[in-house]
Structure formats: structure tokens, C-alpha cells
């Protein structure tokens, strides 16, 4: 087959699980590292006509990350495109043996299940509440819905704003100060807070770095999310003098 991929995480589920598939792939494809495949533009950009040129068997794409108008040219071109919807770890495993499985023809991969194991043997931290940037100017955090507070509720960190009727909601400072959180958590990815960017903004409250990859992404990351984020939240938590 000919795959290519308008998701970086699928991109890295279907290069690791069937090496040879994908021919094209976005700039945002950063994992695996060493793939060699043709950039077609980014997740919500991608250059039709050049996904086009690659004659893929297959598209695969997202609900969230990729623009209808994109996949409806790609679906007239005479393109397959198979589209995912991930709002929790649970379809994230439903949806990736789909497209390895179902769309890519490919045996299932054992780090499927060593990630579903991984994601059973968890020990959740018990009454933390977190509020959760995504992005600032303007601040924007997790809201209800989300593939990332689903991980963080199973590894005990229940979002303040898990209830809020928007997914990414956009909250004045103030009232992320005046939340009630226990922690922020700072992912690094969409936007790339770090020790110097974000922390400053939330004096006096525990910060939490986490992996971005490891808290968004639903690929083979998941396997070694759960230690990952959790010895994250847990060193934060004894910084600030907590049980952790």
C-alpha cells in the first residue's frame, strides 16, 4: 500500500508498525525521526495537489487536527481517506487498530497491547486538580472532551475545566489564578512551555512539565505515557513540598 498521513501521531503508529507504508507524511511529523518520506505541508495546510500526486491507496486523517474543505478536494480527487475521532484513550485504541488493522492491512502490533497493559496498571494520584494550558496570548486551556485530560483523569489529576461546554476554552488569568487548582500543567506542546515560560504566570502553584508527546499523541508513546507523565506529576507535587 500507499499510505500517507495528515495526523503526526498516526504517522509515527503506521511507520513503527509497517515500515515501507507511508510515501508522504506533514511538517509536523517529527517521530520516527529517521523517516524519509515526502513533507506535504502541515496538518492544516497539507498541499492537495501534491497528496494527490503520491497516488496513496489510503489517507489518513482527523477530525480535530485536519479541515473538512481539505479532505471533501482530497475525497474528489478520487482519494480514500480514512478519517479518526479521538476524544479518550479508550477510542484512541479503537481508533488506531482501525487504521492499522482495517485501513493499513497490518497485523496488529504489540505495542497495542503492551500500551492498553500499560494504561491497566496504573496507580492514580488521588485528589489533585489541575488547570491545564494549552496555549497563551490569549490563555487557552483543556476543556471537556479531550483526548489529554482523559489521561490525566486516569492518572488522577482531574481538570478544572472538564465540565466547561467548550473543548479549548478561553479563560482571563485571573480566573485561571482564582481556579481552585492544586497544579498547573504545562505540556509542551501546542505551545512550548517550559521552566521559563508559563510557570511566572501561576505564583505560589505547583508546576507540572509534561511531555507533549506523551500526553497528545495516541501512537506508540502510549506505552511509556504512564510512567512518563506520572513521574512528571509526581516530582512537581514533591518540589512543592506534597505527597507525590
Same mark, same amino acid.
Given at each position: 500500500?500507499?499510505?500517507?498521513?495528515? *495526523?503526526?501521531?498516526?504517522?509515527?503508529?503506521?511507520?513503527?508498525?509497517?515500515?515501507?507504508?507511508?510515501?508522504?507524511?506533514?511538517?509536523?511529523?517529527? %517521530? /520516527?525521526?529517521?523517516?524519509?518520506?515526502?513533507?506535504?505541508?502541515?496538518?492544516?495546510?497539507?498541499?492537495?495537489?501534491?497528496?494527490?500526486?503520491?497516488?496513496?491507496?489510503?489517507?489518513?486523517?482527523?477530525?480535530?487536527?485536519? #479541515?473538512?474543505?481539505?479532505?471533501?478536494?482530497?475525497?474528489?480527487?478520487?482519494?480514500?481517506?480514512?478519517?479518526?475521532?479521538?476524544?479518550?484513550?479508550?477510542?484512541?485504541?479503537?481508533?488506531?487498530?482501525?487504521?492499522?488493522?482495517?485501513?493499513?492491512?497490518?497485523?496488529?502490533?504489540?505495542?497495542?497491547?503492551?500500551?492498553?497493559?500499560?494504561?491497566?496498571?496504573?496507580?492514580?494520584?488521588?485528589?489533585?486538580?489541575?488547570?491545564?494550558?494549552?496555549?497563551?496570548?490569549?490563555?487557552?486551556?483543556?476543556? #471537556?472532551?479531550?483526548?489529554?485530560?482523559?489521561?490525566?483523569?486516569?492518572?488522577? *489529576?482531574?481538570?478544572?475545566?472538564?465540565? %466547561?461546554?467548550?473543548?479549548?476554552?478561553?479563560?482571563?488569568?485571573?480566573?485561571?489564578?482564582?481556579?481552585?487548582?492544586?497544579?498547573?500543567?504545562?505540556?509542551?506542546?501546542?505551545?512550548?512551555?517550559? /521552566?521559563?515560560?508559563?510557570?511566572?504566570?501561576?505564583?505560589?502553584?505547583?508546576?507540572?512539565?509534561?511531555?507533549?508527546? %506523551?500526553?497528545?499523541?495516541?501512537?506508540?508513546?502510549?506505552?511509556?505515557? /504512564?510512567?512518563?507523565?506520572?513521574?512528571?506529576?509526581?516530582?512537581?507535587?514533591?518540589?512543592?513540598?506534597?505527597?507525590?
Amino acid at each position: 500500500m500507499r499510505v500517507v498521513s495528515l *495526523v503526526p501521531s498516526l504517522t509515527e503508529a503506521v511507520a513503527v508498525s509497517g515500515p515501507g507504508l507511508l510515501v508522504g507524511a506533514t511538517d509536523w511529523c517529527s %517521530h /520516527p525521526a529517521d523517516l524519509d518520506v515526502v513533507r506535504i505541508g502541515g496538518t492544516k495546510n497539507p498541499d492537495v495537489p501534491a497528496v494527490v500526486g503520491l497516488r496513496p491507496d489510503l489517507v489518513i486523517a482527523n477530525e480535530e487536527e485536519n #479541515r473538512a474543505p481539505d479532505l471533501a478536494a482530497l475525497r474528489d480527487a478520487g482519494v480514500e481517506v480514512l478519517l479518526t475521532e479521538v476524544r479518550d484513550l479508550d477510542q484512541a485504541f479503537t481508533e488506531l487498530e482501525r487504521v492499522l488493522v482495517t485501513g493499513c492491512a497490518l497485523p496488529r502490533p504489540r505495542w497495542l497491547d503492551e500500551a492498553q497493559q500499560a494504561w491497566s496498571r496504573i496507580t492514580p494520584l488521588t485528589g489533585l486538580r489541575a488547570v491545564v494550558p494549552v496555549w497563551r496570548r490569549p490563555w487557552m486551556v483543556l476543556g #471537556r472532551d479531550t483526548f489529554a485530560g482523559d489521561l490525566l483523569a486516569r492518572l488522577g *489529576v482531574a481538570n478544572v475545566y472538564a465540565d %466547561h461546554e467548550e473543548r479549548y476554552p478561553r479563560i482571563p488569568l485571573e480566573e485561571l489564578r482564582a481556579s481552585g487548582a492544586d497544579l498547573v500543567a504545562l505540556p509542551d506542546e501546542p505551545y512550548a512551555f517550559g /521552566p521559563d515560560d508559563g510557570p511566572e504566570a501561576f505564583p505560589g502553584l505547583p508546576a507540572s512539565f509534561l511531555d507533549g508527546r %506523551h500526553l497528545t499523541w495516541y501512537g506508540p508513546s502510549l506505552v511509556t505515557a /504512564p510512567q512518563v507523565l506520572s513521574a512528571a506529576l509526581r516530582a512537581a507535587l514533591r518540589a512543592a513540598g506534597l505527597a507525590g
